[in-house]
């Protein structure tokens, strides 16, 4: 019997739902359907350049608000709602384009309650780079009984009857294509959520869920502030946004939201800085110095395009994601509005692995994730060395992920951190990763390297390297999902590269997968954004 076959057997629905039934993770600048880092604005005529009719409707306004809110916020009450309808419907508002929901229960903000006491006493916290802990153990025992994966390889005799972490094999992004051989036999099917992660490789896939997982985000966060002496207060007025998500591009899903995981009226949006995405171009200062959103978030191009904008703002903390955050982009954050810039290392398949609030490393988040680095035989490194980032995490209860190859690369030492759970952290140093790149179009103007993302996605391209030399021109380096680039994908990606950026586009095919990681590369001075 099949994995899939297996899930089915139990007569519950599989299939995931669709986008306006989840609410993406607001710290890490995601977006369902969408490559996760938004970079800066690019003109709307150009924004949509080589998508097919099929990507533009996917951003059609509200194409996907089927849910009432009640099932959205299923622990709202009417004066919840009212302050949600009120930042809706305000006449300064930006053009909501769509609608969606944290999907949190009474039960769930009980176990994430038990949770948020779990990361304050340090029950998760990795104190050791030798071996994993309790908790890791404990899923272990738990996939083997449940992922069909897992129970197949003990059938098999790939592994014994009570292996340990590191018996089990090493899984990477094409494991996942099979979602139904990771899904637990006793998953919630019925909460699945849909996300989507296109990660270091430029492969999208779609990633089964949970509302718990996704507000493990605001745990963290919450922690990470209250270590850092700062106040994450809801105002009760209804002013002040407990958080804004930036993007700054010409399609972007917008929305405004509560985030129950934090409090009932802790209001929050996604914002598109992008002039098209506004009522009147003239709204977006009044209401940003209206809203003085509490905790900023995005990956760094849009933090750093609405910086140099609303210098004014306030917040209280500022949480990058998505893309490398370069120190002197850091600086720039900092220094505007004199608040911690926290780069949050996180994935679209397991949530926030590390932060690194101050330059000096990522610390490993003392939520249920374990790290370890490995060679590329699979083998453990010595402390300090750099080798491949190996994550096993347990924050997404739909997908459990067991020495998972993040295909990002660095070194794991220990630290000593008084205020840190136990006294110790482990820290990833010189994370290397998804590097965040804008394009020089032909006329002068920039366009994000999400854009590029949706264009390749769209014409059939599955792995890809693209690189900008200083003249303008750009060679890609592309690989479909399956077989050899054909002459025909060659074309659409050329011609749809070269509507996109005005430039004149050399593809050929993708052959060197150290090339693949660097999916984005420019020689063009300014390709990191403003202020760079």
């Not at 998953?187 to 990660?199: C, K, M, N, Q, V």
């Not at 990681?517 to 954004?529: E, I, Y």
Request: hydrophobic share 40%; glycine share 8%.
């Amino acid at each position: 019997m099949s994995s899939m076959t297996e899930l089915r057997s139990r007569g519950t629905r599989t299939r995931i739902r669709e986008p306006v039934d989840s609410d993406p993770s607001h710290l890490r600048a995601e977006s369902t359907r969408s490559q996760s880092s938004a970079d800066v604005a690019a003109p709307a005529a150009s924004g949509t350049a080589g998508m097919t009719s099929a990507a533009r409707a996917e951003y059609a306004s509200m194409n996907a608000a089927v849910l009432p809110d009640t099932e959205r916020w299923p622990t709202v009450t009417a004066s919840g709602f009212a302050a949600l309808a009120a930042l809706r419907e305000e006449p300064m508002a930006p053009a909501w384009t769509h609608a969606c929901g944290d999907r949190l229960t009474r039960n769930d903000q009980a176990l994430l309650a038990v949770l948020a006491a779990d990361v304050r006493r340090g029950a998760y916290a990795q104190t050791s780079l030798t071996g994993p802990r309790s908790w890791v153990d404990a899923l272990v025992v738990h996939a083997v009984e449940t992922v069909p994966f897992y129970r197949r390889l003990r059938r098999n005799g790939d592994i014994g009857a009570h292996p340990a972490l590191s018996d089990l094999p090493v899984l990477d992004r094409r494991d996942l294509r099979e979602l139904g051989d990771l899904v637990p036999m006793d998953a919630e099917l019925d909460r699945i959520l849909e996300g989507t992660s296109s990660g270091s490789t430029g492969a999208s896939l779609r990633i089964p869920l949970h509302p718990r997982g996704l507000a493990s985000d605001i745990v963290i966060l919450r922690w990470w502030l209250e270590r850092l002496g700062l106040h994450w207060d809801v105002d009760e007025a209804g002013e002040r946004l407990a958080l804004a998500n930036i993007v700054d591009q010409a399609s972007a899903f917008t929305y405004a939201s509560l985030l129950t995981a934090h409090a009932e009226r802790a209001l929050m949006a996604r914002v598109n800085l992008h002039p098209d995405a506004w009522h009147q171009k003239n709204h977006q200062h009044d209401w940003w110095a209206h809203h003085d959103p509490l905790v900023l978030s995005g990956s760094p191009l849009p933090l750093l395009n609405l910086a140099c904008r609303e210098p004014g703002l306030s917040p209280v903390a500022v949480v990058s994601g998505a893309s490398h955050l370069t120190d002197t982009a850091r600086s720039e954050l900092a220094d505007t509005w004199k608040a911690p810039v926290l780069d949050v290392y996180a994935l679209g398949e397991t949530e926030i692995v590390a932060c690194d609030p101050d330059g000096c490393g990522h610390r490993v988040a003392p939520l249920p994730v374990h790290v370890e680095i490995l060679d590329e035989h699979g083998l453990a490194v010595a402390p300090g060395e750099r080798g491949r980032i190996v994550i096993t995490s347990a924050t997404n209860p739909l997908l459990p992920l067991l020495r998972y190859d993040t295909g990002d690369t660095g070194a794991l030492e220990l630290r000593a951190a008084p205020d840190a759970p136990g006294g110790t952290e482990a820290v990833i140093v010189g994370l290397e990763g998804r590097a965040t790149v804008r394009y020089r179009h032909g006329d002068g103007t920039w366009i994000p390297s999400v854009s590029l993302v949706q264009v390749l996605q769209s014409q059939g391209a599955a792995v890809w390297s693209v690189h900008q030399w200083r003249h303008g021109a750009l060679r890609a380096e592309v690989a479909p999902p399956h077989g050899p680039l054909t002459f025909q994908v060659t074309l659409a990606v050329r011609d749809a590269l070269a509507a996109l950026l005005g430039q004149d586009v050399t593809v050929v095919p993708l052959h060197d997968s150290p090339a693949a990681k660097r999916r984005f590369t420019s020689d063009v001075p300014g390709h990191a954004g403003p202020g760079t």
